[in-house]
């Protein structure tokens, strides 16, 4: 070998090596833009838990349509082309409605006791305040505007329909089970579980972190942080609750995208739900820390 020949052989290795430092210095530089506490998430949150061991408070809104890979791409491509076409009473019978009647009332039982709130038009409007109708009225041909006639509901149920902002011009049977059809792939299948209940206000609502004390697990409306220097308006809502001893298992793993990690919540009704939280390792730990004493698989390290 010559010696111009390893002259270019430690250039090579120099930068090589070079390569290799720098990748280093910018893991670590991410790695420490990463790491976060949620103690301002906790301070605002622990007066709505009073007489509860604030545990932990998440960070970034968990998202429900990340499923698996094969049922997300199936769930999608069946929900675009077909749930809109679909007559409402072959949706009850692909979910296994016998009466929507009944089976409305029997989605309101579990929001009624997860959500700890008595459905009062009160309360829903204050929940569902500042959110404007999903649906406004059809209208017609122009200058032949339709009028249409909101459907008649009893106190609770409109109080249900603004909770979730339903529309109030289709019947509440047909848009729940349009609901449960998209996210088949996502949950058990029955919004009338403790799952399903979870999952409608997923679905409704956007910035909803869970929280978990050393009794409940919390799903909360708060909105995400604020950017640093401008001042913290958000004020945190406990949207939906569970007591723990009702949750019988969380399995848990690294997802492949770097801050994406799935989580599957079993609850003792024999319902799940598969969500996905958009957070750090840092907030992931914090949380898998938080529902230790739950069973379930643990990601590796």
């Known amino acids: 070998?010559?010696?111009?020949?390893r002259g270019r052989l430690g250039r090579l290795a120099d930068?090589?090596?070079?390569?290799?430092r720098a990748a280093r210095d910018k893991a670590r530089e991410l790695r420490d833009e990463f790491r976060t506490s949620d103690e301002p998430e906790r301070a605002l949150v622990a007066p709505l838990v009073a007489g509860q061991e604030l545990r932990y408070v998440g960070l970034a809104p968990v998202r429900t349509p990340e499923t698996h890979r094969a049922g997300s791409q199936l769930a999608d491509r069946m929900g675009d082309e077909l749930a809109d076409a679909l007559d409402p009473r072959a949706l009850f019978g692909l979910l296994n409605i016998v009466n929507p009647v009944v089976w409305v009332d029997a989605v309101m039982t579990p929001v009624r006791l997860a959500a700890g709130v008595l459905l009062l038009p009160g309360k829903a409007a204050a929940v569902a305040a500042g959110v404007p109708e999903e649906e406004a009225p059809e209208t017609g041909p122009p200058h032949q505007p339709t009028q249409r006639e909101p459907l008649p509901l009893t106190e609770e149920q409109e109080a249900f329909r603004a909770l979730f902002r339903l529309s109030r011009y289709r019947p509440l049977a047909d848009q729940l089970a349009e609901i449960a059809y998209r996210r088949r792939y996502v949950f058990s299948g029955d919004l009338a579980s403790l799952a399903g209940s979870l999952l409608l206000f997923l679905d409704r609502y956007t910035g909803t972190p869970l929280a978990v004390t050393d009794t409940?697990?919390?799903?909360?409306?708060?909105?995400?942080r604020p950017d640093e220097g401008r001042p913290d308006r958000r004020q945190p809502r406990v949207l939906w609750s569970v007591e723990r001893r009702r949750v019988t298992r969380i399995d848990s793993e690294h997802g492949a995208r770097l801050v994406h990690f799935p989580s599957t919540i079993a609850f003792d009704d024999g319902s799940w739900i598969r969500i996905v939280n958009p957070a750090t390792r840092?907030?992931?730990s914090r949380f898998l820390a938080a529902v230790r004493e739950i069973?379930?698989?643990?990601?590796t390290p």
Not at 1 to 5: F, I, K, V
């Open 1 to 5: 070998m010559t010696s111009g020949d």
């Open 15 to 20: 930068a090589v090596l070079g390569g290799a």
């Open 216 to 224: 409940h697990l919390h799903l909360l409306r708060m909105g995400r």
């Open 282 to 284: 840092d907030d992931q």
């Open 295 to 299: 069973p379930g698989k643990r990601p």
